[in-house]
């Protein structure tokens, strides 16, 4: 006889998971935040998925990995009516777009703190497979990806021996690259939002496609359509 988990048989039935939003991957479609209507369901789906094991393991500090699929949530709670109606209906009160299922009361013990690997470990046994690519930002970045500026503050490029450094607010180091990167760090730095293929300088397709993955996996930059 085979034992199953009750948490992944709630997690894999959970009612929110077969929730369908037209209007929102249509917007998230027209906003650029997926490039197609797959896409934009696919983020979708990681949303639920999301909010299905923060719900289930209320005693753990469960932090949104992905910069697109935070997006994707944050486009959904837009349509208040909508979003209000989803929380109430599928978890039983009203989800709050916090980077984690943290409550924001007194407990009477500390919750326990995850980390990216115990996600990965937790969302595959929960949901039977593999953590989905689309969770790396970095690998959505091409040539033809959209990328946006994360920082409200000034960006500065400062040299550093034969490599070139971003520097954030208080003078907090945010990335470092080799000094033939120059001249596309300071064209990030002085560009709101840009396509990876406008990177300027020396560099070949395949550079800009790295370095663009890379500013994207150190949260400098946000990765669109």
């Avoid at 991957?25 to 797959?38: G, M, Y």
């Avoid at 470092?176 to 397709?205: I, M, Q, S």
């Amino acid at each position: 006889m085979t034992i199953v988990d009750a948490s992944v048989e709630r997690a894999t039935s959970h009612g929110a998971l077969s929730f369908d939003a037209p209007y929102l991957v249509e917007k998230l479609v027209k906003n650029c935040v997926a490039d197609s209507a797959a896409e934009a369901e696919a983020l979708f789906r990681e949303v639920k998925r999301y909010l299905v094991l923060a719900d289930l393991d209320k005693d753990r500090v469960w932090n949104m990995y992905s910069l697109r699929v935070d997006e994707a949530w944050h486009q959904f709670i837009l349509f208040t009516r909508q979003y209000i109606d989803f929380s109430q209906r599928f978890f039983g009160r009203y989800v709050p777009h916090n980077p984690s299922n943290a409550p924001k009361v007194e407990l009477s013990r500390p919750l326990e703190k995850t980390t990216f690997e115990q996600f990965q470990a937790r969302y595959q046994e929960l949901f039977e497979e593999p953590l989905p690519a689309i969770w790396y930002d970095e690998r959505s970045v091409t040539l033809h990806r959209r990328l946006f500026s994360r920082w409200s503050g000034p960006l500065v490029v400062r040299t550093a021996g034969d490599m070139v450094e971003l520097i954030g607010e208080h003078g907090v180091p945010l990335f470092a690259v080799n000094d033939l990167a120059r001249e596309a760090l300071e064209f990030v730095v002085a560009t709101g939002a840009f396509y990876v293929r406008e990177l300027p300088g020396d560099l070949d397709d395949e550079e800009k496609v790295a370095l663009a993955a890379a500013l994207v996996e150190s949260k400098v930059l946000r990765a669109a359509s």
